[in-house]
């Protein structure tokens, strides 16, 4: 899930990259990081925390130059450790590299076990480390070719920004699986990253997509160039509309907030139901909610209210921390929902549990009925580029029925966005990645292979 950002050719650098990552929060909150280069050395802060935790003023005496990279983390596996944080710096041959990383390698492990074999020795759980030793142990003399020969290796989903002392590369997955922008300065320099939303706050315009398969280099002086490193299979994440992305990024060609909107409206055409109001589970069912409420003819209140300020110690990807979340996050207002019935919608539904603390929330507030709609279709596989969906045992719909998951979760009735519906939703310009509903893993990975996501 997480954010990466790369900044290039513009004054204070680290600043604008601390401001995009700020930006990007919402894609993952326990660790973040930024490396920077002056041409001589890379200098890097990374920690535990959110962004404005990490880093104070101070830090940006550090941080000088005009190349930036960095990272937001969010793990759906591994160490709580500063050293599982992003940027990964070491220095090799060649001299010294930056990595962020956005994704999940399906092959991580066999390419970890070889690398063991060969006499490698790794200090982190995550994926991303695989990728500087390759790029280390090549046998390439210029690190460019060093990347191509490290790109040949490796499998799945990844966003990646390498940074030299002097260069900065840029790559997407040939799947295009995870999103990423080029942006450009007003007054000169470059930035890429994850999400559009991250350019409106430092004031740079979009100018594209990144390309699937597509490596970009940034060298002082020069217009980045664009080199066509692997055959495009486009397969966009389908994911990012439904929960990932911010409402006011454009993935893809595809404004976030107007796709959860077309999915509401398709929702209520496939799974209407008799209602006073609607309202959403904030903040990713509110477009969703709107479109369903718009469809059928029903108010939409903002009925549950959402607490913005609850810190990362409630992150944690435990089910103690879950269980508890629900009641820190969300609080219902009873006066609109008493003696009302209710069709509340959320982005997706995995374990239940959530669902279920919700609906006994509006219970409780006094609600006649519950009608809990889910904006996505059912969840019944892993997702292995990059989604902290947890193994199959785990999801309720790969082993329940609509019926027994309504009962479970304590709703009067419960009802899923199709596929179909899901496809119409987004579009038919693009062959979208529905791992996670279909179970098509398209770019290796299986339901059995743990994930360990960057």
Avoid: W
Wanted: with cysteine.
């Amino acid at each position: 899930m997480c954010a990466i950002v790369g900044v290039f050719g513009k004054k204070d650098a680290s600043k604008m990259a601390y401001y995009s990552l700020f930006s990007m929060q919402h894609r993952g909150q326990e660790a973040s990081g930024i490396s920077s280069s002056d041409k001589n050395e890379i200098h890097l802060i990374k920690n535990r925390g959110l962004v404005t935790e990490v880093f104070q003023e101070p830090c940006f005496d550090i941080l000088s130059g005009s190349c930036a990279i960095g990272h937001n983390r969010y793990s759906t596996a591994g160490s709580e450790s500063v050293l599982d944080a992003q940027p990964v710096f070491a220095k090799y041959k060649l001299g010294e590299i930056s990595i962020v990383h956005n994704g999940n390698l399906t092959n991580k492990d066999s390419v970890r076990k070889d690398l063991i074999d060969n006499g490698a020795i790794f200090q982190t759980n995550m994926d991303t480390e695989n990728i500087v030793h390759l790029i280390a142990k090549s046998q390439k003399d210029a690190l460019i070719d060093r990347i191509k020969d490290m790109l040949t290796k490796i499998e799945g989903a990844y966003c990646l920004a390498i940074q030299s002392r002097s260069k900065m590369f840029v790559i997407r997955d040939r799947f295009g699986i995870r999103p990423l922008s080029l942006g450009k300065f007003k007054d000169g320099g470059y930035i890429v990253s994850s999400e559009t939303c991250a350019f409106n706050l430092v004031d740079a315009e979009f100018v594209r997509d990144v390309r699937p398969g597509e490596m970009l280099i940034f060298e002082e002086g020069k217009e980045p160039v664009s080199e066509q490193i692997f055959e495009p299979m486009f397969r966009p994440c389908a994911f990012e509309y439904i929960y990932f992305a911010r409402p006011d990024s454009i993935i893809d060609g595809k404004n976030v907030y107007q796709t959860r909107l077309e999915m509401g409206k398709r929702l209520a055409q496939e799974t209407p139901t008799e209602v006073d109001i609607v309202l959403p589970v904030p903040d990713s069912g509110v477009a969703a909610a709107r479109g369903y409420a718009k469809e059928l003819g029903v108010p939409f209140e903002m009925g549950i209210v959402r607490n913005h300020y609850v810190g990362r110690t409630f992150i944690e990807p435990t089910q103690a921390i879950r269980d508890i979340k629900v009641k820190l996050k969300l609080s219902p207002i009873k006066h609109l929902i008493d003696g009302k019935r209710v069709a509340i919608i959320d982005d997706s539904l995995v374990r239940g549990t959530t669902s279920k603390q919700i609906v006994k929330m509006l219970l409780d507030a006094g609600a006649k009925e519950v009608h809990m709609r889910i904006a996505a279709p059912e969840i019944k596989y892993p997702c292995r580029y990059g989604i902290d969906t947890p193994n199959k045992a785990e999801l309720i719909s790969s082993s329940h029925s609509v019926d027994e998951i309504a009962k479970k979760i304590g709703a009067t009735s419960l009802g899923f966005l199709s596929i179909e519906g899901l496809k119409e939703s987004l579009g038919d310009d693009k062959e979208y990645s529905l791992v996670s509903f279909d179970g098509n893993y398209f770019a290796g990975g299986d339901i059995d292979t743990p994930s360990c996501a960057s």
